[in-house]
């Protein structure tokens, strides 16, 4: 496989997106690990996937394609959830489109029918000018400057789709209606991807960013080596950065996909957080409110489906003794 050359204009995944155009791809039969830019084969006798492409759309690989994604780690509720094998994906060996953005690995469990869930064949890792495999992290944001002090808005939820990134874009309009021209959001853990960050730019956001910008395909598994060390850089780049606020959207709940590493690391930087808290049921806003007071965090609002009807509203804000808005409809 070592020395196989493909095309320079093969698709690529969105994963992919901040590595710079390829004149020449040359693939060498390497194992490979997480974030490394690689070449995979959609079986002729597959049925076509679709996937995020870097521009965003949606992108069907068909069967037969070759295409550029890179290995990671997924631990999902609603999608899939798989990983990188001790040792490295393996030349030859098949293995799982676990995302739309193209993070592939081996799959432990799968939710159901996923439009980009397809079976495929790990060819090789493509090898950069010294012959090393590319890896996503040499295109990273770097530089660390002085802590320009901007207040942080931080959107937590009970679960996935609790309307964390529905909170953000309304927070988000709130501050520019105010006249903060400004603002910078991070989806901060999680799974990475194109249309999240979209919706950010959509309504105002001077800049956005997420794991990939900063070198990881995904923050997956749930208690890695190094993500504090990884997060804590992430936010000393963003609080350098001229901005008058910065709103982080954590994934998950508090309890999952790294949001403690995230909320320790916010905590040592920001005396004060304007926490809101997305919740799909009362019950739930309360046990996240305990979570969060655990670590010396308070919410300051309360949003998401448990506030979807005035009933639900009234409960939600009698069993927290916190202000529930819905910032779907504003009510």
């Known amino acids: 496989m070592t ?39 959609l079986p002729p006798d597959s049925a076509p996937i679709t996937v995020e492409a870097p521009t965003g759309r949606m992108m069907a690989i068909a069967p037969g394609d070759v295409f550029l994604a890179a290995p990671g780690w997924l631990q999902t509720r609603r999608m899939a959830v798989g990983g990188i094998p001790a040792g490295g994906l393996v030349p030859g060996s098949d293995y799982w489109v676990l995302s739309e953005s193209g993070v592939v690995g081996e799959l432990v469990y799968s939710a159901g029918q996923l439009g980009h869930l397809g079976r495929v064949r790990y060819l090789g890792a493509v090898a950069g000018d010294r012959g090393k495999t590319l890896n996503i992290r040499q295109f990273a944001v770097t530089g660390k400057g002085a802590d320009r002090n901007a207040p942080v808005y931080l959107m937590v939820g009970t679960s996935s789709e609790a309307g964390k990134s529905t909170a953000g ?66 936010l000393d780049v963003c609080f350098s950065l001229p901005a008058d606020a910065l709103v982080v959207e954590c994934a998950g709940d508090p309890v999952s996909a790294n949001a403690p590493d995230l909320l320790r690391c916010l905590k040592a930087r920001r005396s004060e957080l ?29 949003t998401g489906p448990c506030t ?18 819905n910032l779907a409809n504003r009510t």
């Open 3 to 41: 020395g196989r050359v493909i095309p320079a204009d093969v698709k690529r995944t969105s994963v992919l997106r901040r590595v710079p155009p390829l004149q020449k791809i040359r693939l060498r039969a390497a194992r490979a690990g997480e974030g490394d830019v690689c070449a995979f084969e």
């Open 169 to 234: 874009v309304a927070v988000l309009r709130a501050l520019r209606m105010q006249g903060y021209a400004n603002v910078i959001a991070v989806k901060a853990t999680g799974l990475a991807a194109i249309a999240e960050i979209a919706q950010y730019q959509d309504f105002g956001a001077s800049q956005v960013f997420d794991c990939i910008d900063f070198g990881l395909p995904t923050t997956f598994p749930q208690g890695r080596a190094g993500i504090e060390t990884f997060l804590g850089k992430m």
């Open 274 to 302: 304007k926490i809101t808290l997305a919740a799909t049921d009362a019950l739930g806003a309360m046990g996240a409110k305990h979570a969060l007071a655990e670590i010396g965090l308070k919410v300051d609002l309360i």
């Open 308 to 325: 979807d009807t005035p009933v639900l509203r009234e409960r939600t804000e009698a069993l927290c003794g916190i202000s529930a808005v």
